[in-house]
């Protein structure tokens, strides 16, 4: 069977860093281990003296710490009912192979295929088998650049799990994972890029072009340049972004829309009088301040304080 793209990309987080289902588990879920890395990615191919062929989507073994473990990713975007079988026949064959702890932690995205993954399945003569499962609310919302930068791919999780939620938040992430681009290989750079775009909002796509005219500075230059430029890879988001907020007219017209901007995507929404003064507005440096004050203010009035 063909994966999707969501299956993919979501997959590919979890290659480019090995150490992130680990981590997830342990630190996310509350699972606890005593494994450690190396972390090493192994053969997905399960068959064994049966007649069908076992493969999980990817195995990764954790040979260091006081006890190891191997843990067998799969990405679950709809019901299948096949993997109530596959799934327990998972873990016990790469137990057997590895003589260690396996643990089957299932990425579930969407909330009712969640549920159905985790519901216990039983083996008979009294066993039964539970899938560890990632779903959507149990993914960090990694909104500090330092902890992004440090897991390029936590943080992109983070985006396709929340950026389409509540704006101010998806906003935070998405600056964050924009900001962990830096470093990264140009490839890979591009890949998260468009996944962390395609995931936010209008809201927070929004907000996050506002902040480019304004001297917003990125620690990446290659998010920096790609959302100044309007330019993404393959999804275009720098085009939807120019179709949201249609054309600027002129500087001041710009900055007065990027005020509008913040204060919507912050849920103050101004009155249609104090809207129309900001953008009859027409001095810069009155705009700049309007702009500063929209970012921490608790009502759209405070604004002509």
Known sequence: MALSL??????????????????LLRDALGVPVNAAEPALIESVDLTAALPAEYRADLVVRYSGGSEPLVIAVEVQLERDQEKRYSWPAYSALLRARFRCRVCLLVVAPR????????????LGNGAMFTPVVLSAEAIPKVVDAAVARASPELSVLSALAHGGGDPATATAIGVAGLSALEGLETGIAMIYFDLISAALGEAARKAIEAMIPQGYKFQSEFALKHIAEGRAIGLKIGEAIGEARGEAIGEARAKANAVLTVLEVRGLNPSAEARARILACSERTQLDSWLQRAATATDSSELFE
Do not use: G, M
């Open 6 to 23: 969501e299956h993919s990309a979501l997959l590919l987080l979890f290659q480019n860093r090995p150490t992130l289902a680990l981590e």
């Open 111 to 122: 909330p009712s295929v969640a549920r159905w993954c985790a519901r216990p399945i039983d």
